[in-house]
């Protein structure tokens, strides 16, 4: 993991490390067409309330998404449309890299693009 040189995670790798589950990228996507409230998540993503929640409090960890409250409800919003800008760049590269692109080795785990 990259470190500045007090010892502390860099910026670039706790937004990446952010982006690196697919639940929290179903999420985003899902909150880039407009703010959307735990239930609304659980019922059109199939996922359970817990799971929601917890990828929801990373995803506010690291500043990509926020709420508002009204009467009883929170209602989940990104905050930086810009991550929209950067998640369709990584598109474009994966479409140009195609199958080419595979986890590090030494990750532990050899995953393959899957063309579309």
Known sequence: MAMNQDGCVTPAVALFHSLADETRL????RL???EARVV???GELGLAQSTVSKHLACLRGCGLV?????GRQSFYALTRPELMDLLAAAEGLLAVTGTAVTLCPASGAAV???PR
């Open 32 to 34: 880039a067409a407009g």
């Open 66 to 70: 926020d709420y508002r409250v009204q």
């Open 112 to 114: 393959t693009a899957v």
């Open 40 to 42: 609304d998540l659980t």
């Open 26 to 29: 179903r999420i985003v996507a």
